[in-house]
């Protein structure tokens, strides 16, 4: 065992990794539907931490990764941070999520005041209960020690376990109906002309009066395929081949135009095939579709663009982004030309450009150094919520003159689990032997009040959301993971709530509740008056 703590004290890199690798293999482990994920890191690391006092690898390391894990969160979930303060929803799923997060951060301070908890652990417990690790290095941040990671620790399990719990008892009690007819993606459909009132009408004409998720793509006439254009004059007989974002848009289309005849178009490749590209190509990523000049002119459209894992119509505004993949319709002649022209390539995927990570990070830092004079409060600075603040403007931007903002999303994933995963490790391996010795000396009383205050935080939510707002399940469940924060929550919810709702909701809550956390966090210890 010596041998051991003598290998971990003085190789922290290796302690580091090693941890990050029993942490992932711990929260691989499933117990009903439960499982710790990437939180398990941290309890690895506590282990290793008491176990290797010295194995600590610097501070700075976990500062990197948790600024790294913001970032990636502000770009991809600025725009709908923003677009979220506009509509009702947005402002109400907000209130319902800041009620949470005050009630739990006021409890919090209670603890001090009744139950004589240090402050330390107070916050942590806080911060843990919220499954926010930004939260809690700013609270190690303010209070200079490592205290807060003892209590993040105890009411970390609760804070992932328990907003999954209410949500099962919920969804059992409530047993709200599913919507089987929720959008899955981009779907197509033929249909025959047989509206004679759409005779000599244009496409442009007949676009104009179809569902707005919906678009013409191609037509089949006199026995050939053609990709769509507004000027064409429509026969009836014609076969088109239209694209909609849900079932409903385009049986509706179909109705208005005539029969649906699938295969007509489909089955005759000669004229037209299907061609997906990467488009990773310079002088195309940034630019509106509108402005392309495609190699091939007018033998092909652009039928979609697959961002991530959605599928999006397109218009002639529409910018490319580095990772879009371009789903087209064209001539089989002519797809090394398209290939060539996009520069279709998958390492699109994971490309990005450093230029504006380092000066969106260096925006971030900046800001988060500011110190602005408070009244009773002092001097308060955001510190690293300076970095998700820059985030989510640049992502709500995503362009700035010549500079993406954007991340794909396979890389911006990778940056986000490996800051988090860094941080978490860091932050446990340091705080180790203090966590042993805490939860040794307190006993059951931390580990109810970590359980208290997950309590405080969702079960407002749940309740005014659902009872008091009449709010659907699907757009609760979605408050309530963005407020508590974890994205096994969200994925918990998914599976009650197939569709786009709970993911809109996590989107637009969780940053601005986590720059909520992280002020209450810096301004907490004026109040606490200790």
């Known amino acids: 065992m010596n041998l051991v703590v003598s290998l971990l004290e003085h190789q922290p890199f290796f302690a580091l990794f090693l941890t990050i690798a029993l942490g992932y293999l711990v929260g691989e482990i499933n117990v009903k539907g ?246 990773p190509r310079a002088g195309v990523v940034g630019r509106a579709l509108g402005d392309l000049d495609l190699p091939c002119d007018k033998a092909a459209t652009i039928l979609h663009v697959r961002r991530g894992d959605t599928d999006l119509l397109t218009h002639p505004d529409f910018v490319l982004e580095h990772g879009d993949r371009v789903g087209l319709l064209a001539p089989r002649a002519e797809f090394p030309a398209l290939r060539t022209y996009f520069g279709d390539s998958i390492k699109a995927t994971a490309e990005f450009s450093y230029i504006s990570i380092g000066l969106g990070m260096a925006l971030g830092f900046l800001l988060g150094s500011i110190a602005v004079p408070m009244p009773m409060l002092g001097k308060l600075s955001l510190g690293l919520s300076g970095v998700l603040i820059a985030a989510l403007i640049l992502g709500y931007l995503r362009r700035a003159g010549g500079i993406a903002w954007t991340i794909p999303l396979s890389a911006n994933l990778v940056l986000r689990n490996l800051g988090l995963t860094l941080f978490l490790a860091q932050v446990g391996m340091s705080s180790g032997p203090r966590f042993a010795a805490t939860v040794s000396q307190t006993g059951v009383q931390m580990l109810v009040l970590g359980a208290i205050l997950l309590l405080v935080l969702a079960l407002p939510i749940l309740l005014l959301g659902l009872f008091a707002f009449r709010m659907p399940f699907d757009q609760v469940a979605g408050i309530v993971a963005g407020a508590t924060g974890n994205p096994a929550i969200l994925a918990y919810a998914n599976k009650l709530a197939p569709g786009e709702e709970p993911d809109i909701g996590y989107a637009m809550i969780f940053p601005g509740m986590t720059i909520v956390k992280i002020i209450l966090v810096d301004i907490a210890p004026a109040f606490i008056g200790r």
């Open 34 to 279: 439960f499982s710790l994920g990437v939180g398990a890191v941290l309890f690895v690391a506590l282990a290793i931490g008491w176990l290797a006092p010295k194995s600590a690898p610097a501070p700075m390391v976990g500062t990197l990764g948790l600024a790294l894990f913001l970032y990636a969160v502000g770009i991809q979930y600025g725009r709908q941070f923003f677009l979220g303060f506009k509509s009702t929803y947005g402002r109400r799923a907000n209130l319902l999520a800041l009620i949470g997060v005050m009630l739990s951060a006021i409890t919090s301070v209670l603890y001090v005041k009744l139950f004589g908890v240090s402050e330390g652990h107070a916050l942590g417990l806080f911060a843990g209960s919220g499954t926010s690790t930004a939260t809690l290095q700013a609270a190690i941040a303010k209070l200079g020690s490592d205290d807060p990671a003892v209590g993040y620790s105890v009411a970390y399990p609760f804070g992932v376990a328990g907003p999954i719990l209410l949500l099962y008892i919920t969804y059992a009690i409530l047993k709200p109906k599913r919507d089987t007819a929720s959008n899955a993606g981009l779907s197509g459909l033929e249909i025959t002309l047989r509206n004679t009132a759409l005779r000599s009408k244009t496409i442009g004409d007949l676009t104009a009066l179809l569902p707005a998720d919906v678009r013409i793509v191609a037509r089949r006439h006199a026995h050939r395929n053609e990709p769509a254009a507004p000027d064409m004059i429509l026969t009836e007989g014609d076969a088109l081949l239209i694209v909609g974002l849900s079932a409903e848009s385009l049986a509706m289309a179909g109705r208005m135009i005539g029969d649906a005849e699938p295969g007509r178009i489909g089955r005759d490749r000669s004229d037209m095939d299907y061609l997906r590209v990467f488009a």
